[in-house]
Nanobody, 115 residues
Framework: QVQLVESGGGLVQAGGSLRLSCVATGTVFNFNVMGWYRQEPGKQRDLIATISSSGTSTYANSVKGRFTISRANAKNTVYLQMNSLKTEDTAVYYC?????????WGQGTQVTVSS
């Protein structure tokens, strides 16, 4: 089992920045993929970015050039640096861990971008 705890959400003005963190505990091994998703009320959960344990990353088109995903394997932590935030980035952000059949989610952290 892998448990995930996110932090770093909050309220920020448009154009500002936030950094989200997600710490994984439990049976965490290498060769996994960690990622960030977000969900607005009444909408589906959308993929934002992923990063493999080797450092290969992918991004949704909506955040390319503004968000950066990174990880510190020694700390079992993944980060999401969010710059140039827009009001449409407002959502609950969820951390995800995948390795084989293991698919774990954090509890989510609210990000609110005001105009």
């Amino acid at each position: 089992q892998v448990q995930l705890v996110e932090s770093g959400g909050g309220l920020v003005q448009a154009g500002g920045s936030l950094r989200l963190s997600c710490v994984a505990t439990g049976t965490v091994f290498n060769f996994n993929v960690m990622g960030w998703y977000r969900q607005e009320p009444g909408k589906q959960r959308d993929l934002i970015a992923t990063i493999s344990s080797s450092g290969t990353s992918t991004y949704a088109n909506s955040v390319k050039g503004r968000f950066t995903i990174s990880r510190a394997n020694a700390k079992n932590t993944v980060y999401l640096q969010m710059n140039s935030l827009k009001t449409e980035d407002t959502a609950v952000y969820y951390c995800n861990f995948r390795r084989g059949p293991v698919d774990s989610w954090g509890q989510g952290t609210q990000v609110t971008v005001s105009s």
